[in-house]
Every structure is written in C-alpha cells, then in structure tokens.
C-alpha cells in the first residue's frame, strides 16, 4: 500500500513538475497532505491555504489524470501566486 502511494506520488510529482516547468522558474513546493496534494508558490505574497480546497487564491483543483482520465486517490491543488509567476516565461 506504501509503495502503491509513493508510485502515485511519484506520478504527480512529474506531472507537477511538467506543467511547472512551462510555467516559470521561481520556486514552487509541492506539499503532500492526508486530503490533497497542493502546489504552493515559495515565498509568495499570502499565505496559501493548504489545509482546505478552498483558499483565497482560487486554486486549480484536479480530481483525475488530464492525459488518462484516471482518478487521483488525493485532489492536486494547485494555487495561483498573487506576484503572477505562472505567467513569466
Ligand atoms: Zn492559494
């Protein structure tokens, strides 16, 4: 079960870190919660809620695989900085 966990972990964690590739180069951490997994911007304005789906940012929230359609056992929440980092190139 462990193992099954962090080969999906292991699956978000590159598909995080695909789209946050295209998206700029300042830090992002990827934190693992008991309820989701969230995409936070390092040092950003605010504060992120990471303990809920809803913060004040209106994150992104991903129930299943874009490409395979498969379902995540965690949602991927992936917020938005308030400094506007996912729009640098
Ligand atoms: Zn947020």
């Not at 789209?19 to 304005?45: C, I, Q, T, Y």
């Not at 129930?63 to 929440?77: H, I, K, M, Y």
């Amino acid at each position: 079960m462990i193992g099954f966990l962090w080969v999906l972990f292991d699956r978000i964690s590159d598909l995080v870190q695909g789209w946050l590739g295209r998206l700029s180069r300042k830090p992002w951490a990827l934190h693992d919660h008991p309820n989701a997994v969230h995409v936070e911007p390092v040092r950003d304005w605010i504060r992120h809620d990471l303990d809920s789906l809803d913060c004040v940012c209106g994150p992104t929230v991903t129930w299943s695989d874009r490409e395979t359609g498969e379902a995540f056992a965690r949602p991927l929440v992936v917020h938005f900085s308030l400094d506007g980092r996912e729009n640098n190139e």
